[in-house]
C-alpha cells in the first residue's frame, strides 16, 4: 500500500567534538585541531576541525599520521560529558521542531517533519529555525549541514554535499538528478568495499549502478543487491525511528595503555569492562541470557581480531545475569578458548545479549544473598557518587578511561 | 601558555532569568572581568550537579567549575598568551 510522501530533515553537526572545543576555548578557533581519546600519543583523532580537515587531516587517523601532515596541529583530549551535554541541547532543539527524532550518531540525527512542516517550504523555514536555535542556544561555533529529502538516504547525502553549515533540498521530483551529482561513496551504505566491487562490475557512477539489472545485483550482492538497486533509484527508508525501542544488547570494549600479552592483565580490563556492563544492564533493569566477548590483536597480522560468541547454547546463560563478576567468567573462559598467547593483545570488549526484563530471583544460598546486597549497596554508591565511587581493590591499578567515540557516549551508557 | 588546576575562587555573578552568569572573579590574588561567556555545560557526579563555565576576559580564556551541591566556585583550566 503506499504511503504518503515523508518530509525527513537530516542534521550532521559539523566536525562536531572539534567545535565544541573551539566553541569553548577562543583560542582554537580557526585552527587545526583533533580532538582525541584520553590518552593523545594512543589514539585517533576522533574528530578534526574544519582547519584541519583542509589540511588532509581525516577523522579516525592515527595522531601520529595526523602530526605529520599536519605538524600545526593541536590535540586536545576528548570530553564526552560537555559533547554530551551538547548533544542533548541540539536534540532538545530537533524534537521541539520535528514529529518524529532518531538519534542517527552523537552528532546526526533525523527528523520526520512532515506534520510539522506540511510542504518544503515549511521544511525550509524548520531547518533556518534549527540554525539560529543552535546559535543561541549551543553557540556561534556549532554548526549542522541540513539535508532535506522524502527520505533518510537521500537527506543524509544531501546533508554531505554542503560543509560546513549547508542546507540542501533535494525537491520531489530532483532526486535522480541529485543522485547524478553524488559519488557512488556519498551514499550512506556503500563504502569502499562495496565501490571497488561495482568498480569491477564496471559501475562506478549511480547512473551506472540504476544500469545494471536487479538479478545481477543480487547475484553479485545477495539481498544487499536490492538495497543497491533501491538506493541507486532514490529510493529509501522514510522512516523516523525515535528511541523508545529497548536496546538489543550492552556491550563496552577498550583499547589498552600498551599492547598486553600479561593474562593478568587483561583479565583485569575485562573484569572492568564487565562491572561496567553489569552496572548498565541492572540500572535499566536487564538482564542478558547470553555473552560475548571481541579481542583485537596489536600486532601487524592479518588476522586482527577474534569475536567468541557466547550465544550459542553451550554458553547461554540459563538464568538471566546482571552481575559484573559471572559476566566476566564467561567472558574470560570464552577468550582463553580462542586466544593465542604468542600475540599482544591491544584491545578487549565484552557484549551482554538476549536481554530480558525482569525482578531478580532471591536466591536460597547465603553466599549469593551476599553477593546480591552487596550489589545494591555498591549500585546505591554509585547512584549517589557516580560511576568513580568505588573500584575493585584488584582494579586499582586498572583505570578505564572514558573513550570520545562516535556513536556513543560512556557516560550514558 | 595552558594550566590545569583546582583552585577555590570567588566568583560574582549575575542571576537573570533563571540563568547563572559569571561576571568577574578573583583568582590568586587578581581580579579578572568576564568579558564572554563561551560555553556553558553540566555534568552529573552521582546526584551530584556540577556546572563548567568556559569564560573569556581580554586576555585569558577560564574554565571555572561550579560545585552546585557544596556551592563552591574552582579554577580549573587556564589559557593564556605566552
Known sequence: ?413 | MHETCDDPIDVVVSFTDGRVTPRRLRWRGREYAVERVNLIHATNEGERRVFYFSVSDRNHDFKLRLDTEALQWKMVELYADG
Open chain 1, 1 to 413: 500500500m503506499p504511503t504518503a510522501r515523508r518530509i525527513i530533515i537530516h542534521a550532521d553537526m559539523n566536525s562536531y567534538f572539534a567545535s565544541v572545543e573551539q566553541q569553548a576555548n577562543p583560542r582554537l578557533r580557526g585552527k587545526p585541531i583533533g580532538v582525541t581519546g584520553k590518552r593523545t600519543e594512543r589514539s585517533v583523532v576522533a574528530a578534526a576541525s574544519r582547519e584541519a580537515k583542509k589540511l588532509g587531516v581525516k577523522t579516525a587517523m592515527f595522531t601520529w599520521e595526523a602530526k605529520k601532515i599536519c605538524p600545526s596541529i593541536i590535540l586536545v583530549p576528548g570530553d564526552p560529558e560537555k559533547y554530551g551535554e551538547i548533544t542533548e541541547r541540539f536534540n532538545a532543539i530537533f524534537r521541539d521542531l520535528s514529529d518524529k527524532l532518531e538519534r542517527f550518531s552523537v552528532d546526526e540525527s533525523f527528523l520526520d517533519v512532515t506534520e510539522t512542516a506540511r510542504d518544503y517550504l515549511g521544511a525550509i523555514m524548520v531547518a533556518q529555525i534549527i540554525r539560529r536555535r543552535l546559535r543561541e542556544e549551543c553557540g556561534e561555533w556549532i554548526t549542522a549541514s541540513i539535508g532535506i529529502a522524502r527520505n533518510k538516504l537521500l537527506a543524509k547525502a544531501a546533508s554531505e554535499t554542503m560543509k560546513p553549515d549547508g542546507l540542501v533540498v533535494v525537491k520531489p521530483g530532483d532526486e535522480i538528478a541529485f543522485l547524478d551529482s553524488c559519488d557512488l561513496q556519498d551514499l550512506c551504505g556503500i563504502g569502499p568495499r562495496t565501490a571497488r566491487h561495482l568498480e569491477r562490475l564496471g559501475v562506478t557512477t549511480l547512473k551506472q549502478l540504476r544500469d545494471v539489472t536487479l538479478d545481477t545485483l543480487l547475484r553479485e550482492f545477495n539481498s544487499y543487491g536490492a538495497w543497491l538497486y533501491a538506493a541507486a533509484r532514490g529510493m529509501g527508508d522514510d522512516e523516523v525511528v525515535g528511541d523508545e525501542a529497548d536496546p538489543k544488547s550492552v556491550g563496552h570494549s577498550y583499547t589498552l595503555p600498551r599492547d598486553a600479552y600479561a593474562p593478568k592483565t587483561i583479565r583485569r580490563y575485562l573484569l572492568g569492562l564487565c562491572d561496567k556492563v553489569g552496572w548498565r544492564l541492572r540500572r535499566d533493569g536487564f538482564k542478558a541470557r547470553s555473552v560475548s566477548a571481541f579481542i583485537r590483536y596489536g600486532d601487524p597480522s592479518t588476522s586482527s581480531g577474534h569475536r567468541f560468541d557466547g550465544s550459542g547454547s553451550e554458553h547461554r546463560f540459563r538464568e538471566g545475569v546482571d552481575d559484573g563478576l559471572a559476566l566476566f567468567r564467561i567472558a574470560w573462559s570464552l577468550i582463553e578458548s580462542g586466544r593465542d598467547p604468542d600475540r599482544p593483545i591491544r584491545l578487549v570488549g565484552i557484549s551482554a545479549g538476549t536481554l530480558t526484563r525482569g525482578a531478580t530471583q532471591v536466591s536460597l544460598f547465603p553466599k549469593e544473598c551476599r553477593t546480591a546486597a552487596a550489589v545494591m549497596a555498591l549500585d546505591r554508591a554509585t547512584r549517589r557518587f557516580g560511576s568513580r565511587a568505588w573500584t575493585r581493590a584488584s582494579l586499582l591499578t586498572t583505570p578505564i578511561l572514558e573513550r570520545t567515540s562516535g556513536f556513543a557516549y560512556d557516560h550514558e551508557l
